[in-house]
């Protein structure tokens, strides 16, 4: 049987963690699951942070979670950039903050158009720890940044990848 994997997202001054959200779609208002069409954002502004987990519930018949990898597949509108604390190198572990619409300082590289070669989100803080029992990993920020020009209403999809050894 395999591992039980959701994704989780905290928002808010006080860190609420909302447990395996339906949708990571980004806007104007700091909130999970929420309606990007209710919430859209003017171009020339970024989104708000999301503050997401990758959260192994139970292990099923595993005994090991790592290698977790994130990107995102799909063109974005004008120049904006989707930006991201995933990386494969010099990776530092996000402590959490409310979050920002204003440009991330977490959020700072760009966020892969593909599968990376390699893990580019951490669990406890290494892009090689693994979790052997229920947990979860390391916080993945991202936000989108726009400029006045941009297109408005792009669709991008979110892709998480872990391995999972029997």
Do not use: C
């Amino acid at each position: 049987m395999a591992a039980t994997v959701e994704i989780d997202e905290a928002n808010g001054a006080g860190e609420t963690l909302t447990h395996n959200i339906t949708n990571t779609n980004m806007g104007s208002t700091d909130a999970v699951n929420l309606d990007p069409v209710a919430n859209p954002v003017t171009p020339g502004n970024n989104t708000f942070e999301k503050w997401q987990k990758i959260h192994v519930t139970a292990m099923g018949g595993s005994s090991k979670i790592d290698n977790l990898k994130i990107w995102r597949t799909s063109a974005l509108g004008g120049s904006a950039v989707h930006k991201s604390n995933a990386r494969t190198a010099s990776y530092a572990q996000a402590t959490y903050a409310t979050p920002i619409a204003s440009a991330s300082s977490v959020a700072t590289q760009t966020m892969p158009t593909s599968a990376p070669a390699s893990a580019n989100l951490g669990i406890s803080g290494s892009l090689t720890g693994s979790l052997l029992a229920a947990g979860s990993s390391d916080y993945l920020v991202h936000q989108v940044q726009s400029n006045a020009g941009d297109t408005v209403g792009s669709t991008s999809t979110m892709n998480y990848q872990y391995d999972e050894t029997a």
